[in-house]
């Protein structure tokens, strides 16, 4: 069951039981990168791992709407609240129609990390592994919520929303994370930054929204982006 909550009229919260997601193994599988069907080793691992899950998975999300006032956009910038964000050409071109912005965190929560920390401790690391792709797909799903929720709540003023971006992605260096989450309460979903702006719990994800009128949210087009290592570019290069 989704628990929502609005901490005010621009921020809110929610959390997910893992049947409000479709964490299911062939997700995982694509997450991982096989588009086509592995070993039956590896996929009773993760049928195995998915029916333990449950219960360690803290699932939540969340996020704030800006001012409109306080956003504005430029060729390879944006600014919130006059604080600027070097987030490249890539990202500026998707949000020059956005006539206002919102920044969301998502997790999965920190439990998955002990238990793939034990299984590394007794030596089991297939195991760890296994639990630290489900981990990923579970982190990229409630993300996705979380974006589908930032679009249902500014359907009723009829806009519409840009795709999501991240720091460390399509050129937007990670280490303006630290200015993201500024603008979010503190320790928002339990999440918190290291001295190189990485977050703890590892199964999180953070960025921005663009919202207006003209937006458009368009399919992941991995020819406009030089991140080799993401995610997309597993399943759709």
């Known amino acids: 069951m989704v628990m929502m909550s609005n901490i005010n009229n621009n921020i809110f919260l929610f959390h997910f039981d893992i049947k409000d997601i479709d964490l299911t193994t062939r997700s995982v599988l694509t997450g991982m990168g096989y588009k086509t069907a592995p070993d039956d080793y590896i996929v009773s691992a993760i049928e195995k791992q998915l029916k333990e899950i449950g219960n360690i998975l803290e699932l939540s999300g969340g996020f704030k709407i800006m001012n409109p006032e306080d956003f504005s956009c430029g060729n390879d910038y944006f600014e919130i609240e006059d604080i600027k964000f070097d987030c490249g050409k890539i990202i500026a071109t998707q949000l020059k129609k956005a006539e206002n912005i ?128 993401c995610f997309r570019r597993k399943t759709n290069g």
């Open 102 to 229: 919102a920044v969301f965190a998502a997790t999965a929560g920190a439990e998955i990390e002990r238990y793939m920390a034990e299984f590394k401790k007794q030596g089991d690391v297939f195991s760890a592994y296994i639990l630290d792709a489900i981990g990923s797909e579970a982190a990229e799903l409630i993300t996705e919520e979380t974006q589908n929720k930032v679009e249902k709540t500014i359907s009723s003023i009829k806009w519409k929303i840009t795709n999501r971006y991240s720091p460390g992605y399509c050129g937007w260096s990670v280490a303006e994370q630290e200015k993201l989450f500024a603008f979010l309460p503190e320790s928002f979903l339990n999440i918190a930054l290291s001295e190189s702006s990485l977050m703890t719990p590892i199964k999180s994800v953070s960025g921005i929204i663009g919202l207006g009128p003209s937006v458009k949210k368009n399919g992941y087009t991995c020819s406009i982006c030089n991140l080799e290592t």
